[in-house]
């Protein structure tokens, strides 16, 4: 460190590595932004490994963090020799987190429309009564959404009570039981 005018100065490698550590910082944000708007860049070039480890938006993030993240323990002082591996430190971090998150993006719901298929075995609560032989009426939740759906069962079930969804009659019922029999 070199003092001029009563100002210290950080050497001009250490202004260098700054430089290339912030630098790495913002080009790993700008990868990081192309691929959640374009998509992934590399797209099919490392299919070969296992998972999505070196996607674009895996790669954007270990690159940003280790370049912010060295450059902030450079800037709080610490040798080249601890600003290394606390930015690789970092960057496997935030890395992993992309990794995480692009797989909870990838394996999340869709939009697909809800069908009575999709209600067999969930719970449901009984609407309408359903009478010994006829058909009551159930409401079901599936996916956030409420369907409520004609159901038949083997013996009378009265409103309000819980039954299990056990399989289609048609696309608008669904066989239904008792959640718990009634001991005899």
Do not use: C
Not at 27 to 33: E, F, K, M, N, R
Not at 83 to 91: K, S
Not at 116 to 137: L, Q
Not at 140 to 148: F, I, Y
């Amino acid at each position: 460190m070199t003092e001029v005018s009563g100002v210290t100065a950080a050497p001009a490698h250490e202004e260098s590595t700054m430089t290339l550590f912030l630098v790495l910082g913002v080009a790993g944000l700008v990868l990081l932004a192309v691929s959640l708007l374009v998509g992934d860049l590399f797209d099919g070039v490392f299919d070969a490994l296992p998972g999505d480890v070196f996607s674009s938006a895996v790669l954007g993030g270990f690159v940003s963090a280790f370049g912010f993240g060295a450059a902030l323990s450079e800037g709080l002082g610490a040798p080249l020799g601890l600003v290394v591996p606390v930015g690789v430190v970092v960057g496997l971090v935030f890395g992993w987190f992309a990794s995480w998150l692009t797989r909870l993006v990838r394996g999340g719901g869709s939009d697909a429309t809800v069908t009575t298929a999709d209600a067999v075995g969930r719970d449901a609560k009984v609407v309408t009564g359903i009478p010994a032989g006829g058909f009551g009426v159930v409401r079901v939740q599936v996916g956030g959404h409420s369907l409520q759906l004609n159901a038949r069962a083997e013996r009378p079930v009265e409103v309000g009570t819980e039954v299990y969804v056990t399989g289609v009659l048609s696309p608008t019922a669904v066989a239904v039981a008792l959640v718990r029999d009634e001991l005899a």
